[in-house]
C-alpha cells in the first residue's frame, strides 16, 4: 500500500557561485506500506531527501511488505523556489532614484525534472532494495542582477583604490574634480548561475528477525556534479572617460603621454574591476546505512541511521580571471582562492538520525505517522568550516495523514517544521538558510492490482532572517550594512508504483 505525506525544501548554495548546495528539498512520498512505519521528510542544510519513504527512510521496513516479488516505482518532481536578498548599503545611495540605501536582489531556482527510482524484491523474510536519484541539488540557481556581495564589495574597493590613485596624482584628480569614483560615475554589471547535481545509488538488504522486528544494512555511492558561471564587470561611464580624455587633450605631448595609458585601460569594459568565473566540481563518497523497524498489531516503530559521508570535491576550472584597474589584483585572486584549478573543497553529507512512528487508527482505512529528524551539519565540513558558526545541527519535526477513501482513492496531508541553529556569521549571500514550516497534499489512485498513481503538491513559508552589521560583510573598511534573506518554495510531484 502507498503513501503520499509530504514535507519540504531546504537549502543550500555554498560560497561565491557555488549555488544550489541543496536547494531542492521535497518528499513524493511514493512509498511501499504505511505499517513500516513511514512518513515523508526534507533535509538537512547538506542534505536532499526528498524520497520514497520506505526504500529511503525506512528500508527495514520493506522486509514486512505484503507483495512477494517486486514492486517498483519511477517518480518525477518538479521544484521551483526564489531566494531574494534585500541589503542596505551607503553606496546604494547614489545611483538609486530616491537616493535610498536599501536594493533587493532576486535569484530564481529551478529543478523542472528530478527523477527517481525505487525497486524492491521480497521474498519470505527477506528483501533487497536498491534506490537511484537525485539526493542533493538537483537543479538550477540564476542571479541575472547579481548580489549585493558583489556590488557593494566593488563599489567600496574602487573608492578606496581611486582615492588612493588620485591622491597621488593631483593633476588627474583635478581633470575628474573628484576624490574618488563614486558609484554614480561607473555601471556595474553582474550574473551569476550555477547548477548542481548529487546523483545518488543505494543498495541493501533487509531481513524479517521475527513476526515483529526488522533490520537493515546497505551503502548508498554519491556522485557529485556541478558547474557555476559567472562575472562581475565595473566600467568607467562614456561620460566620464570622455571628459578626462578631453583634459588630457589638452596637457603637453608628455603628459598625455603618461594619463592616456591609464585612461584607456581604465575606460576600457571592465577595466574597473573585471572577475570572471567558470567551473566544474566532481566528488565522491560512500555513505553506510542501518535500519531498524517494529511492528505490534497497529503500531509501527523504525529508526535509520546515516553514517557522516566524507565528500570533498575538485575544481576543472576554465575561467578565472581576477583583475582591477585593468590589471591582475593580487586581493582579488586570494579571494578567489576557493575556485583554483585543482583546489579540493569539503562538501560532507551530514550524520543522520530518522526516528519514526506510525499508527492504523482505523484498521486498513486511517493511517497517522509523526517523525523527527536530526542533521549533524555541525560536525559535517563545509567551505571555510562554515559548519562552526551554527548553533546546533538541524531539527525537522514532521507530521502526517493517511485516509483511504474506498479501494480506488487515497488522500493525505503533512506538516512539517525545520530548524537549522543559524547565526549571522553561517548566513551570507551566496548561501543562506531560513527556518520554515510546509505543509503539503497528495492523493493516489489504484489503476489496477499492479498499478497505482500518486500525485503531490507542497508549499514552504520561510522566516526571513534580518543581519544587521557594523561592518558590511563583516570588512573592517566597510560601512554598516544590512541583509534581510527571503525564500519561496512550491513543489509538484507525480510517481508510477508497479507490483508484479
Known amino acids: 500500500m502507498c503513501v503520499i505525506i509530504l514535507s519540504p525544501i531546504c537549502k543550500i548554495i555554498e560560497d ?5 548546495k541543496k536547494i531542492v528539498r521535497f518528499v513524493l512520498a511514493s512509498t511501499i506500506a504505511i505499517s513500516a512505519g513511514l512518513s515523508s521528510h526534507a533535509g538537512g542544510l547538506l542534505h536532499n531527501t526528498n524520497q520514497s519513504v520506505a526504500v529511503f527512510s525506512n528500508p527495514a521496513g520493506t522486509a514486512f511488505i505484503d507483495h512477494e516479488g517486486w514492486t517498483l516505482s519511477l517518480n518525477i518532481q518538479s521544484a521551483f523556489q ?17 537616493h535610498s540605501t536599501w ?27 536498491a534506490f537511484f536519484g537525485i539526493i542533493g541539488g538537483g537543479g538550477k540557481c540564476n542571479f541575472e542582477d547579481g548580489l549585493s556581495l558583489f556590488d557593494a564589495s566593488v563599489m567600496a574597493g574602487i573608492y578606496s583604490k581611486t582615492a588612493q590613485m588620485l591622491a597621488a596624482q593631483p593633476s588627474l584628480k583635478a581633470m575628474l574634480g573628484a576624490d574618488a569614483l563614486t558609484p554614480d560615475m561607473y555601471s556595474i554589471n553582474s550574473a551569476m548561475k550555477g547548477r548542481q547535481y548529487i546523483f545518488g545509488g543505494q543498495l541493501g538488504g533487509s531481513y524479517q528477525i521475527t513476526k515483529n522486528l526488522s533490520a537493515f544494512a546497505g551503502l548508498r555511492v554519491n556522485y557529485f556534479n556541478g558547474n557555476y558561471k559567472g562575472h562581475v564587470k ?47 566540481q566532481t566528488g565522491w563518497g560512500v555513505t553506510p546505512i542501518l535500519g531498524v523497524n517494529f511492528r505490534w498489531k497497529g503500531l509501527s516503530l523504525a529508526a535509520k541511521y546515516e553514517f557522516k559521508t566524507n565528500l570533498n570535491i575538485e575544481n576543472n576550472t576554465k575561467e578565472l580571471v581576477t583583475e582591477a584597474l585593468g590589471e591582475h589584483s593580487d586581493d582579488l585572486s586570494a579571494s578567489m582562492e576557493p575556485y583554483k584549478h585543482g583546489v579540493n573543497t569539503p562538501n560532507d553529507l551530514p550524520g543522520v538520525l530518522y526516528l ?11 493511517r497517522a505517522a509523526v517523525e523527527y529528524h536530526f ?19 538541524t531539527h525537522e519535526i514532521l507530521a502526517g495523514l493517511e485516509w483511504d477513501i474506498n479501494r480506488i ?31 503539503g497534499f497528495g492523493g493516489a489512485v489504484n489503476i489496477n492490482s499492479h498499478m497505482r498513481l500518486n500525485v503531490a503538491y507542497f508549499w ?11 561592518h558590511y560583510l563583516n570588512n573592517p573598511a566597510m560601512p554598516a550594512g544590512t541583509d534581510i534573506f527571503k525564500r519561496t518554495n512550491k513543489v509538484f510531484g507525480i510517481g508510477l508504483d508497479y507490483k508484479f
Open 460 to 470: 514552504t513559508n520561510y522566516k526571513n532572517y534580518k543581519r544587521e552589521q557594523e
Open 356 to 366: 519514526a512512528a506510525g499508527y492504523e487508527i482505523l484498521p486498513k482505512k486511517l
Open 82 to 98: 526564489t531566494r531574494d536578498v534585500e541589503s542596505s548599503f551607503p553606496m546604494f545611495a547614489y545611483t538609486n532614484p530616491d
Open 234 to 280: 565595473a566600467s568607467l561611464n562614456s561620460a566620464i572617460t570622455q571628459k578626462v580624455a578631453a583634459a588630457i587633450a589638452t596637457l603637453p605631448a608628455e603628459q598625455q603621454a603618461a594619463y592616456l595609458p591609464l585612461v584607456q585601460k581604465i575606460g576600457a569594459e571592465g577595466g574597473l574591476t573585471n572577475i570572471a568565473l567558470n567551473t566544474d
Open 16 to 20: 561565491y557561485l557555488n549555488f544550489m
Open 375 to 393: 542533521y549533524d551539519d555541525k560536525h559535517a565540513g563545509m567551505a571555510g568550516d562554515k559548519q562552526k558558526y551554527l548553533t546546533h545541527g
Open 409 to 439: 482513492f487515497t488522500i493525505s496531508g503533512g506538516f512539517q517544521n525545520t530548524d537549522y541553529g543559524l547565526s549571522d556569521d553561517f548566513q551570507s549571500h551566496t548561501s543562506f538558510a531560513c527556518d520554515s514550516y510546509s505543509l
Open 103 to 129: 536594493r533587493e536582489y532576486n535569484g530564481k531556482a529551478t529543478a523542472p525534472v528530478i527523477p527517481s527510482l525505487y525497486a524492491v524484491y521480497k521474498r519470505n523474510r527477506w528483501a533487497a532494495s
